[in-house]
């Protein structure tokens, strides 16, 4: 990367001045892909195992299974309101001390209690299953009356189960421990060793996770890999497999009154604007500063250059992607006419991956009721985020944004920062994908395998801090998460393609068995 | 101006292109004055005439008067809230009926009725009176119970009358009708014709008070000035003689998404902004494009050029303000450390007098909340003025700006004016100037005169629409207006210079004497 630039240094020493003050802002490095092979995700061997005892006792267990499920759902666990957070977090570790895990602890954060346990199959080859036990607050507007009865209501797509927390994440975790009980009363053991972490901040961003995995965190730095149960179908049943995510920046920007100017106190008549410096313009400005001047290219020197550029196995797996790509479809969805600069395909692919993101998620200062006020407000605030791809570290980030800030001569500009992680990846290569692949392919189900999410989540905590392989995934289909009438399919109507819990289940089990499988001998 | 801009662009041609790209940007004109002489307002002759009759009547009135004072307030008159303007309306026409003006008519408008009527005395000369008969609405936090009740209260420059309206306008109006009263019994007769044009919406920016003036447009325009009563005096008993205000263009700028991308419906999740294009991000840029990065200078190509240079008039009014001008002492109420660029002083009255601003009152999108929240907003706005010294129209205001944002590229974004009218000025030499300043010299207090505020008011319509003088003012001091607790000084306390109620009515007397002395035989 400083190689590169460097040589593109000198060749613009060679041209004017004024090209070089161009040259001076970022741009998006050329992306050229050395490859066009685009990765067959229905080339990986479909899982050929048979686990036919454990299957046939989820058949038998499926009422007591849904019970299961029900039973999580009705415990409340809102962590923004602290609300049943400590007796979900008991319930799960009565639950994996009942399953016959070991070692099972409660772990005091600042926060909300974490909690650990361990499963000791005496196999070769350990899996850490992510887990988090809180839920979102409750909307206005449910057509159920308690969001916590745990009901199963008919849906056009079948029996579902409608609660809060019935497909973020409380169904498909718990599908996942109705699995293990599967496994160990057919078998009696467990093809894997298995760990399990679970936090109660998820909703509140995880602040607190690095404290849970603390306690453990040499036992599970020597784990296989680290898996997050989820319904991961679409109700049409197709799946995404993301290997990652990217990281993020946010912080807040804002300008006040201060000693080189503006008021200090409070607004101020805005007529005085004549000899009074505006922090709105002035917050205004240094964000202006930040992107040129279609808001999509980032200004700041060198940010876009911190990206690494697509892997070979990342550049197959984008032109995989790009065979299928439904540009219009995902314009329609979200009520956008066009990509910036009318790109799409595989050039959107790279973007939406690989170009670093600046983002006004909100800009307040002054009046913004009907009318007119005439006022010169003597504090702006803006919240910004940047998503970071995979090369660019939150920290260097935030650097770069105030150097180029101070270079600008906003220096008075405050940066305030809320939160920061850095991206996480995982290869296609690694056995623990290959297996997902695999048991997806047994189920019908060739998944769409993307390097990583355009969003962002602290999975840097198993790529980085454990030092793992970290797949999410899963059969099942639900939706609503964040929103009213949040459900799982329990039991899919005729026709419909999604799994019901029985098959998410059985996946699950195969997911154990394949993992063990494709690990090889230690 | 013109021949100065162009003779300006050929220097530059000399010059290379890079300081060219420079020279496109708007700079304040260099504003060199041609005197250094001051204009000394206690030099004018004190009003010599002496109306005891009148005085006496006065005095001996003077509870009868406070009682007319009170008899207004305590007519509400809210024109937010469309509370009591009709009766409110109809008590000052049946006032001005009751002391003798004919023709008295209420004049229907698309919002709320003016009030219009004529008292002929037979005079060479004619004094048109603005009066606003309209209130602000009601905040909670009043130390008295009923801010309509006409309460007389003991406060610490004496005794005040306390209600909305008391000062801003009611107060000084009713005053000066009361000093049209003691004229009548004292003399039978006035020694200028008045014309009283009332509106119910000052309040409301005054969107149709050319519509009050129209019916009687051709009369009006007869006329020898416009006056418009006020307690000029601060609690100290100074007073303030500014000779116009600034104009003002008021409107909002919004970015949506559409047709050239960004989110149109609603927002959308932010990890998506590597591909959509961001309102927020947009509308940052294009106010950004409006001023230089120190948010201060103007970048709207020829904005500054349109102010015309102070005259010699101006340059001696200036000269006295600079002689006592207390820079410090307004920042310091301001709660502002210093002016921009350290300036202070003469060069301090200039900017605020002379230069065009251009401020954000408001700026709002997205999430304004605590925390995180990580969308993409679809919409973003500000409510923007630019306030608009002599020379610069706000139609021309407005074109310039939108052609900038044109030529910048952001043809996109929205602009809707609020508001907008031009400056408004009045000579010192005229004789209804001179007047005043005689008058204000007769009770010791010589004005400080200037040549106009920096805030803004529809006076034009006196200057342009009706081409008369316009003086603002009078004895007197209140406080309050748009703010709770509003007072006007009815019986100042032994050491308060401000006047109370018989003086500013006396005065009231003298103006309109001072005016037919002043403008001379027809």
């Excluded at 599970?220 to 993301?242: H, K, M, V, Y």
């Excluded at 692919?349 to 006020?373: A, C, F, K």
């Excluded at 329990?490 to 289940?505: H, K, Q, T």
Aim: some cysteine; glycine content about 10%.
């Amino acid at each position: 990367m400083q190689s590169k630039t460097r040589f593109r240094c000198c060749t613009l020493a060679l041209l004017v001045g004024a090209l070089m003050a161009t040259a001076a802002h970022a741009a998006r490095p050329e992306r050229t892909f050395q490859t066009d092979e685009a990765f067959d995700a229905a080339a990986v061997p479909a899982y050929a195992g048979d686990h036919a005892a454990a299957y046939a006792r989820i058949d038998a267990d499926l009422d007591e299974h849904v019970a299961h499920l029900q039973r999580w759902v009705r415990q409340r666990s809102i962590s923004a309101q602290d609300d049943g957070i400590d007796a979900m977090a008991r319930l799960v570790a009565d639950d994996l001390r009942g399953l016959g895990f070991r070692d099972v602890e409660l772990v005091e954060t600042p926060g909300h209690p974490g909690v650990l346990g361990y499963y000791d199959a005496g196999a070769p080859h350990t899996l850490v299953v992510y887990m988090m036990y809180d839920v979102q607050p409750i909307e206005a507007d449910w057509q159920i009356g308690d969001p916590f009865a745990g009901e199963l209501v008919d849906h056009e797509l079948g029996t579902v189960l409608m609660a809060r927390g019935a497909t973020n994440q409380k169904g498909p975790q718990r599908a996942f421990l109705n699995a293990v009980d599967a496994m160990l009363k057919a078998d009696g053991t467990l093809p894997v060793n298995l760990y399990v972490v679970a936090e109660g901040e998820e909703e509140l961003g995880s602040p607190n996770f690095g404290a849970v995995l603390e306690p453990w965190i040499d036992r599970l730095r020597q784990a296989d890999g680290a898996f997050f149960p989820a319904n991961a179908q679409t109700s049409a049943g197709e799946i995404a497999l993301p290997l990652g995510v990217k990281g993020i920046v946010y912080f807040e920007l804002e300008a006040r009154g201060g000693e080189r100017g503006g008021p200090m106190r409070a607004e101020i008549h805005g007529s005085y604007k004549a000899l009074v410096d505006s922090p709105a313009l002035r917050l205004v400005q240094a964000i202006a500063s930040l992107t040129d001047a279609d808001g999509n290219t980032i200004a700041v020197p060198g940010y876009y250059d911190q990206v690494r550029a697509p892997s070979l196995d990342e550049q197959r797996l984008i032109n995989a992607l790009a065979a299928t790509a439904d540009d219009a479809g995902v314009q329609r969805q979200l009520g956008v006419s066009r990509w910036i600069d009318g790109i799409e395909g595989r050039d959107a692919l790279v973007r939406l991956l690989y170009d670093p993101t600046l983002n006004i998620n909100g800009i307040w200062s002054g009046y913004g009721g009907e009318g007119m006020m005439t006022i010169l407000p003597h504090v702006a605030t803006a919240k910004i985020d940047s998503r970071l791809p995979p090369g660019l570290e939150p920290d260097v980030a935030e650097r770069m944004i105030r150097a180029h800030l101070d270079a600008g001569g906003f220096e008075d500009v405050t940066l305030r920062r809320l939160s920061g992680y850095p991206a996480a990846a995982t290869g296609v290569d690694t056995p623990l994908v290959q297996a997902s692949i695999g048991v997806f392919n047994k189920y019908g189900v060739v998944p769409r395998v993307s390097p990583w999410l355009a969003g962002s989540a602290p999975f840097y905590q198993f790529t980085r801090t454990l030092d793992l392989p970290f797949v999410l995934g899963g059969l099942g289909h639900g939706s609503g998460a964040h929103a009213p009438n949040e459900y799982m399919v329990i039991r899919p109507a005729d026709g419909v393609n999604a799994a019901g819990l029985a098959e998410v289940e059985k996946a699950y089990v195969d997911l154990l068995h394949a993992l063990a499988e494709q690990a090889g001998a230690p």
